[in-house]
């Protein structure tokens, strides 16, 4: 199994850094330490809304240049962010969720987790056809608009609309998750050296919550694929 960026990505959008981590061994017990990472946030907020900060406006570019209305529909981590400073709380989901969505909102970019279990074949962030299947959290099934940047798998299952903006129920995290795919994208002027961290921490957390060794790796327009298996 590959992961990666169909080349229509990386001509269309030269700043992407894309950053990897595939784990196995993931179970539902553990307790991660998410409260730095709050702090962190918090911080961040204190200081500018979570529009203002430079990661959520490259996204927000982005998506203005696939068509989309940054105010409708906004990339993960402003999500989270959004709620966040609304609520000053995110509910607990599962440790691994609670886990990448506490990082992610501390760097400000949108980080998916999926379960392997649940992809068929390879893995690629593309343009969407228009024929392809995608199950949202409530089970019902829609069809991405063409064009529209999906994570799409060999059986033609999208496991995210609008590349960062939602993923599927169908890969969630669940708790018989075990083999995990971790996806973290970000467009922002300093995003070269921004997801190396992010994608460390990611690992070093992952081994202080459960006994596994992550693989990871930062994706280029020169090597744009990650064997997964």
Not at 92 to 116: E, G, K, Q, T, Y
Not at 167 to 172: C, F, I, K, N, R
Request: proline content about 7%.
């Amino acid at each position: 199994m590959l992961f990666g960026h169909a080349d229509e990505m990386w001509r269309d959008f030269p700043e992407l850094v894309p950053g990897v981590v595939h784990v196995e061994g993931i179970t539902k017990d553990g307790v991660p330490e998410v409260e730095p990472f709050l702090e962190i946030a918090r911080a961040r907020l204190a200081g500018a809304a979570e529009s203002e900060l430079p990661e959520i406006q490259a996204w927000r570019r982005a998506f203005s240049r696939m068509g989309l209305k940054p105010t409708q529909y906004r990339c993960a981590s402003e999500a989270l962010l959004r709620r966040f400073r609304k609520e000053g709380v995110l509910p607990r989901i599962h440790p691994l969720i609670d886990l990448c969505n506490a990082i992610s909102m501390a760097f400000a970019i949108p980080v998916a987790a999926l379960d392997l279990s649940e992809i068929s074949g390879s893995l690629r962030v593309r343009y969407a056809v228009g024929d392809e299947s995608y199950e949202t959290f409530s089970g019902e099934i829609e069809h991405p608009d063409p064009q529209e940047v999906i994570f799409a798998d060999d059986a033609r299952q999208a496991h995210a609309r609008r590349w960062t903006n939602r993923q599927s129920g169908l890969s969630a995290i669940r708790d018989t998750s075990s083999s995990v795919l971790i996806v973290a994208e970000a467009l922002h002027e300093s995003a070269e050296s921004d997801v190396p961290k992010l994608v460390a921490t990611i690992a070093d957390e992952l081994a202080a919550v459960w006994p596994v060794t992550a693989r990871t790796a930062i994706l280029t327009r020169a090597e744009p694929e990650f064997p997964v298996t």
